[in-house]
């Protein structure tokens, strides 16, 4: 039996994991976490009697093995360096986490002997087309990213299209960069070491992403569409089981996908 936490478990990817950790045979739901609950009986959260409510982070934590954390790109870092230190696996889904921060989250879980993984996202078509990304750009360095995603997100641009461009970025020889002169700001989107990327944000859209790849005369376009939520369960579900067998803080799905 694997014991799990659910960080942002009021949320909109929180509630769908709490979800699958109730449905799932060998998961077992020992807490949910949110600093701004201030009713702490589990039955208010159709909750089972046996979970604990928690509104601030401490020891009583400890039973649990795995840490899953859908909570806030401003919460996630303090959120995982306490998992990490309560030796308790961290599952990370939240996007947000800066180099520094995740330098310093890697040197913890080798100091901790706590493995954990951070996860830009949890759905295959994502983790496919960043996969396939980095192939097209050994053939095509010159490359954009569009990524479209639902109004309520918080940050810009995502976890996954950063994760993409990083791929690529290793990928790729530097191409060449085209002059342009910009007569409204921000035309040309944001720059990760020379590639472009555009946020889109609207209603009725959950999270897609586009690379668009140029060459002589010919174009790859790479696309990508989570339509609900539940795209993303089948990897955390992954993920809470296999993060134990890691053997440090991995970043990306592919790390425990066979
Ligand atoms: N990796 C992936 O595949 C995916 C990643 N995400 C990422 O997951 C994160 C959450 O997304 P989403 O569920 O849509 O966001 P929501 O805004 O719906 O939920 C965030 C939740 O975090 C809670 N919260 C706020 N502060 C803290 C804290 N310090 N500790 C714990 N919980 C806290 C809030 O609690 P309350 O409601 O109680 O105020 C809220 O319910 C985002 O960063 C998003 O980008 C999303 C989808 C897939
Ligand atoms: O906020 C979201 O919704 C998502 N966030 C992650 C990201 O920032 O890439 C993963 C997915 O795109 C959904």
Same mark, same amino acid.
């Given at each position: ?105 890697? $040197?913890? $879980? ?22 396939? $990304? ?81 060459? $002589? ?42």
């Amino acid at each position: 039996m694997i014991n799990v936490i659910v960080a942002g478990f009021r949320g909109s990817m929180g509630q769908k994991t709490v979800e699958l950790v109730k449905q799932t045979a060998d998961f077992h739901l020992v807490g949910v976490y949110s600093p701004h609950v201030t009713e702490l009986q589990p039955q208010k959260y159709g909750l089972a009697d046996d979970v604990q409510v928690f509104n601030h982070l401490g020891t009583e934590m400890k039973s649990a093995d795995v840490w899953i954390d859908f909570s806030t790109p401003t919460a996630v870092f303090e959120n995982t360096k306490f998992a990490l230190k309560s030796h308790i696996h961290p599952v990370v889904g939240t996007s947000g986490l800066n180099e520094a921060q995740l330098t310093e989250l890697k $040197a913890l $879980a080798k100091t901790q002997q706590t493995s954990g993984l951070i996860v830009p996202n949890f759905g295959i078509s994502a983790v496919l087309l960043m996969k396939f $990304a980095k192939e097209a750009a050994t053939y095509f360095p010159d490359v954009e990213i569009i990524e479209m995603h639902h109004e309520d997100k918080l940050d810009a641009p995502s976890g996954t299209a950063l994760s993409t461009a990083q791929a690529i970025s290793e990928a790729r020889k530097a191409p060449v960069q085209p002059e342009f002169k910009e007569s409204v700001k921000g035309a040309r989107g944001a720059d990760y070491q020379g590639i472009r990327i555009h946020s889109v944000r609207l209603p009725g859209y959950v999270a897609h992403e586009q690379v668009l790849f140029g060459g $002589a005369g010919e174009a790859l376009t790479i696309r990508q569409d989570s339509f609900n939520r539940d795209s993303f369960m089948k990897g955390v579900a992954i993920a809470v089981r296999q993060v134990a067998t890691l053997s440090e803080l991995a970043v990306g799905l592919e790390n425990v996908l066979n």
